[in-house]
């Protein structure tokens, strides 16, 4: 089995910062590609980003470009999202999730474990 759990999110004002994180357990983490999606009331989830095992290559969705950074600690089995400038659209649940296959770090559908989400509210 595997096991995401989210945290660090939480109530922000407009321009702020909040780091979340997601903590794994299980048989493994090191070896996969780990994603952020979210989820804004009414609206479909969407891809935010994406990290491969080695955290050598990091894709963003392009409206978190420059503001959002995930990154992933394999020694503590940890993957991280680091918000800046926070806008009210970027309220949302999120959620980390582990890739299975293919390609397209943007499709929902390649990932195969996911989190129970953290709540992150940006006010104005």
């Known amino acids: 089995q595997v096991q995401l759990v989210e945290s660090g999110g939480g109530l922000v004002q407009a321009g702020g910062s909040l780091r979340l994180s997601c903590a794994a357990s299980?048989?493994?983490?090191?070896?996969?590609?780990m994603g952020w999606f979210r989820q804004a009331p009414g609206k479909e989830r969407e891809f935010v980003a994406a990290i491969t095992w080695t955290g050598g290559s990091t894709y963003n969705a392009d409206s978190v470009k420059g503001r959002f950074t995930i990154s992933r600690d394999n020694a503590k089995r940890t993957v991280y999202l680091q918000m800046n400038s926070l806008k009210p659209e970027d309220t949302a649940v999120y959620y980390c999730?582990?890739?299975?296959?293919?390609?397209?770090?943007?499709?929902?559908?390649?990932?195969?474990?996911w989190g129970q989400g953290t709540q992150v509210t940006v006010s104005s």
């Open positions: 299980g048989r493994t983490f090191s070896g996969y590609d």
């Open positions: 999730a582990r890739h299975s296959y293919g390609t397209n770090w943007r499709s929902q559908n390649e990932y195969n474990y």
